[in-house]
């Protein structure tokens, strides 16, 4: 019976793998992209990194309406290149993606299809040049948060794309938070612009952590392969406990009556968000979810033919290359 002995070696094979990838994860060591995975641990990095880079490329549009109306030279140049930063991780994160076998073209459709999510954070309105200093503070803020432990992340190609990212998001923080200094220091219209702005992104900011642990569908597996360190409530306590005593230096208050210190927990107490609007914005019913989709969408269209020209390009560069050889 030929192929009746390769049934159970192919078997015996996957097991070895398996025990092998369970080594590597308990050893706290990085599985690199030659290495075998079980399908679902691909599955759920391909997710998390693909959302992860949607979310940068979506996260330029919020400050990217403020570039033009920036209200100096030297404001306009630092957003600039606030936004291009963004790009750029949007970059890394793909190429992260791709060491997955993800195809780039399938998931930028994924994300024009509404097939794959990116951060709710970025379903609102940047409505005053304050909220580009607000989303350097708190939303950049968040994701330091979030994604420092993720420099440790077992997936090595995301760890390391990790460490980069957030030095630059480290930047953005204090850039933002540089900006709303500034402007508390200014005039009463400028203090009563920079609370709006926190008025709007703190809940929002909150919300970024994704759901409450009991609601979190994904968490315990992804905290047993070490892809996250830390769980979403974990996360989202340690960005409030370190943004209060930011918030009373710069003098804004934060919009929930019930944040306090509590001494016997060494943590602030604080209000629980929205979790109907959160579900409402990722469901695809945010303020600005359509707009953003359609933005992206118009953006990929109208660059069709920069793809297809260095398609073109890379093509002709293979064949000189071949005639050479
Ligand atoms: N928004 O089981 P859960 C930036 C989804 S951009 C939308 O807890 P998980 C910046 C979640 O994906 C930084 N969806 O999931 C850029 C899951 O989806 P499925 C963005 C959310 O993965 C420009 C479902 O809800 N950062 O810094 O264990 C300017 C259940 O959740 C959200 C990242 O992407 C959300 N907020 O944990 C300025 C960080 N939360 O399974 C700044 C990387 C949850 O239904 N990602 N969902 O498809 C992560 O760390 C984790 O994926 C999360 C969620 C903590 C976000």
């Known amino acids: ?57 979506i996260g330029m549009q919020p400050e990217g309406t ?18 291009q930063d963004e790009a750029g991780h949007g970059l890394y994160l793909y190429s992260a993606c791709e060491t997955l076998g993800a195809d780039r073209a ?18 609102y309105p940047a409505l005053s040049f304050a909220d580009t200093g607000v989303i350097g503070w708190l939303v950049d803020g968040a994701a ?18 990790m460490i980069r990212i957030c030095k630059e998001e480290s930047f953005h923080q204090r850039q933002g938070y540089e900006q709303l200094m500034t402007m508390m220091n200014g005039t ?26 009991a609601a979190s569908p ?19 306590q340690r960005f409030v406990d370190m943004t209060v005593p930011q918030a009373e230096a710069l003098g804004v208050r934060l919009p929930d009556p019930d ?18 609007e959160f579900r409402q914005v990722v469901g695809g019913n945010g303020p600005c979810n359509a707009q953003r989709v359609a933005h992206r969408k118009a953006a990929h269209e109208a660059g069709a033919w920069v793809r297809e020209a260095a398609a073109a390009h890379a093509a002709k560069q293979a064949a000189r290359d071949g005639a050479v050889a």
């Open 188 to 213: 009463a219209a400028q203090q009563e612009m920079v609370q709006g702005a926190v008025d709007r992104w703190w809940w929002p900011s909150l919300m970024m952590f994704g759901p409450p642990d």
């Open 218 to 236: 994904n968490t315990a597996q992804s905290m047993a392969w070490k892809i996250k360190r830390h769980t979403n409530d974990e996360l989202r």
């Open 106 to 123: 399938d998931l930028t459709g994924w994300l024009i299809s509404g097939r794959q999510k990116y951060s709710s954070i970025f379903n």
């Open 259 to 276: 944040l306090r210190w509590n001494p016997t927990r060494g943590h602030h107490d604080f209000g629980a968000p929205d979790w109907a």
């Open 1 to 57: 019976m030929p192929g009746a002995a390769t049934v159970p070696e192919a078997g015996l094979a996957e097991a070895a793998l398996e025990q092998q990838f369970e080594r590597t994860i308990a050893r706290d060591q990085r599985v690199e992209p030659r290495d075998w995975v079980p399908d679902a641990y691909r599955a759920t990095m391909v997710r998390q990194i693909a959302q992860h880079a949607h979310s940068e490329i």
């Open 144 to 161: 330091i948060c979030n994604q420092v432990p993720l420099c440790r992340c077992s997936y090595g190609p995301y760890a390391r794309a």
């Open 66 to 83: 403020w570039i033009t109306r920036a209200p100096s030279l030297r404001r306009k140049a630092i957003l600039l290149a606030k936004v």
